[in-house]
C-alpha cells in the first residue's frame, strides 16, 4: 500500500507571501519561486504567537534634545516675566513693596545688584571712550591725524570689566554692613531676606542708571542729564537707608535706625573712597596720565 508523502510533524510551514502556498523550510518557494527568508526573518521578529518584541520602558528612552532646550527657554522666560513684575511693583510703591520682600525675592534682588553693576560700567565705559574720541579729534584737528598724540579708546578690561566687578564687591559689602547692623539692633532676620529688601529698594536706581546710558549713547545731555545723575546718588543714598525702616520698630533695640543708617554710611563713604581711586587711576590712564 503506498503511502502519500507528508511533511514529518514538528516541522515549521513557511507561507510564501507572493502565491500563499504552505512550504517546508527552506530559501525558496517550490511553486512559484519567491524568496521565503525574508518572510521568516518577519516572522521571527514577531516573536512566539505572533506577539510583537516588547518596547523598551518609557524611562530609557532618550529624550529629544529640543524638549530639553525647550524646557530651559521655557524657565529662563518665566524668570524675566516674574522679575518684570517685581520691577513694576517695586517701582509703583518702593517702600511698600520694598518691606514686604521675605528670602524668597532673595533672586530678584540679585537680578537687581547684578543690572545696576552691568549699566553703571556700561555708562564708565561709554563716557570714557566718547571723552578718548573727542580728545583724539581735537589733537588731529590741530596737530594733523599723524602727529601721533592721540590714545586708544576705551578698555574693556580696565574700563567695562574691572569696574563691573567693584559695582558687586561694593553692593555685596553693603549688604553685608545692613546685615550685620540690625542683628545688632536685634533685629530678627537673615541675609538673604535683606539682600532681597535691598534689591526691591534699588530698582528705581536701576531704572534711573539705565536711563542715563541710553542718553549718553544718544548723545543727550545738558539738564536732563545733570538731573538724572542728581537723582541716580539719592535714591542710591535712599535704598539701603529705606531696609533700616521696613522693619517695624520694636521696643528693646539696642540703638535707634537713625544710627544704623549713619554707620552704613560710613562703610560707603569708605567704600566709594577706596573704589573711586582705583576707578579713578584706571580712566585717566587711557589719557596716559
Same mark, same amino acid.
Given at each position: 500500500?503506498?503511502r502519500?508523502n507528508?511533511?514529518?510533524?514538528?516541522?515549521?510551514? !513557511?507561507?510564501?507571501?507572493?502565491? $500563499? =502556498?504552505?512550504?517546508?523550510? /527552506?530559501?525558496?518557494?517550490?511553486?512559484c519561486?519567491?524568496? %521565503?527568508?525574508?518572510?521568516?526573518?518577519?516572522?521571527? +521578529?514577531?516573536g512566539?504567537? $505572533?506577539?510583537?518584541? @516588547?518596547?523598551f520602558p518609557?524611562?530609557?528612552?532618550? @529624550? &529629544?534634545?529640543?524638549?530639553? #532646550?525647550?524646557?530651559?527657554g521655557?524657565?529662563t522666560?518665566?524668570?524675566?516675566? +516674574?522679575?518684570?513684575? &517685581?520691577?513694576?511693583?517695586a517701582?509703583?510703591?518702593?517702600?511698600?513693596?520694598?518691606?514686604?520682600?521675605?528670602?524668597?525675592?532673595?533672586? &530678584?534682588?540679585?537680578?537687581?545688584?547684578?543690572?545696576?553693576?552691568?549699566?553703571?560700567?556700561?555708562?564708565?565705559?561709554?563716557?570714557?571712550?566718547k571723552?578718548?574720541?573727542?580728545?583724539?579729534?581735537?589733537v588731529d584737528?590741530?596737530?594733523?591725524?599723524?602727529s $601721533?598724540?592721540g590714545?586708544?579708546?576705551?578698555?574693556? /578690561?580696565?574700563?567695562? %570689566?574691572? @569696574?563691573?566687578?567693584?559695582?558687586?564687591?561694593y553692593?555685596s559689602v553693603?549688604?553685608?554692613? !545692613?546685615? $550685620?547692623?540690625?542683628r545688632?539692633?536685634?533685629? *530678627?532676620?537673615?541675609?538673604k531676606?535683606?539682600?532681597?529688601?535691598?534689591g526691591?529698594f534699588? !530698582?528705581?536706581?536701576?531704572v534711573i542708571v %539705565?536711563?542715563?546710558v541710553?542718553?549718553? %549713547?544718544?548723545?543727550?545731555?545738558g539738564?536732563?542729564?545733570?538731573v538724572l545723575?542728581?537723582?541716580?546718588?539719592?535714591?542710591?543714598a535712599?535704598s539701603?537707608?529705606?531696609?533700616?525702616?521696613?522693619? *517695624?520698630?520694636?521696643?528693646?533695640?539696642r540703638?535707634?535706625?537713625?544710627? /544704623?543708617?549713619?554707620a552704613?554710611?560710613? !562703610?560707603n563713604?569708605?567704600?566709594?573712597?577706596?573704589?573711586? #581711586?582705583?576707578l579713578? =587711576?584706571s580712566?585717566f590712564h587711557?589719557?596716559?596720565?
Open positions: 500500500m503506498n502519500k507528508k511533511p514529518c510533524e514538528g516541522v515549521n510551514e !513557511v507561507i510564501c507571501p507572493n502565491c $500563499g =502556498s504552505e512550504n517546508e523550510q /527552506g530559501k525558496f518557494c517550490a511553486k519561486g519567491a524568496n %521565503l527568508a525574508r518572510e521568516e526573518r518577519s516572522s521571527e +521578529q514577531d512566539p504567537e $505572533g506577539q510583537s518584541a @516588547p518596547d518609557a524611562s530609557s528612552r532618550t @529624550p &529629544h534634545p529640543s524638549r530639553a #532646550d525647550n524646557g530651559y521655557e524657565g522666560k518665566t524668570v524675566f516675566r +516674574q522679575y518684570f513684575k &517685581h520691577a513694576l511693583a517701582l509703583k510703591r518702593p517702600f511698600r513693596y520694598g518691606s514686604t520682600r521675605n528670602e524668597e525675592s532673595m533672586v &530678584h534682588g540679585i537680578i537687581t545688584v547684578v543690572l545696576f553693576s552691568f549699566f553703571m560700567s556700561l555708562f564708565l565705559y561709554v563716557t570714557v571712550d571723552a578718548a574720541r573727542f580728545y583724539n579729534r581735537s584737528a590741530l596737530f594733523g591725524e599723524f $601721533g598724540l590714545f586708544a579708546g576705551a578698555s574693556f /578690561g580696565n574700563h567695562f %570689566l574691572k @569696574p563691573f566687578i567693584i559695582f558687586l564687591l553692593f553693603i549688604i553685608a554692613s !545692613v546685615y $550685620g547692623v540690625l545688632m539692633m536685634d533685629v *530678627k532676620t537673615s541675609m531676606e535683606v539682600a532681597a529688601r535691598y526691591a534699588l !530698582v528705581l536706581p536701576t %539705565l536711563l542715563v541710553l542718553l549718553t %549713547l544718544w548723545n543727550v545731555g539738564v536732563l542729564l545733570a545723575s542728581l537723582f541716580l546718588f539719592l535714591t542710591l535712599l539701603f537707608a529705606s531696609v533700616f525702616y521696613s522693619y *517695624k520698630d520694636e521696643g528693646g533695640r540703638f535707634d535706625p537713625v544710627y /544704623g543708617t549713619l552704613v554710611y560710613v !562703610v563713604l569708605f567704600l566709594q573712597f577706596l573704589f573711586a #581711586d582705583i579713578v =587711576s580712566f587711557v589719557f596716559g596720565w
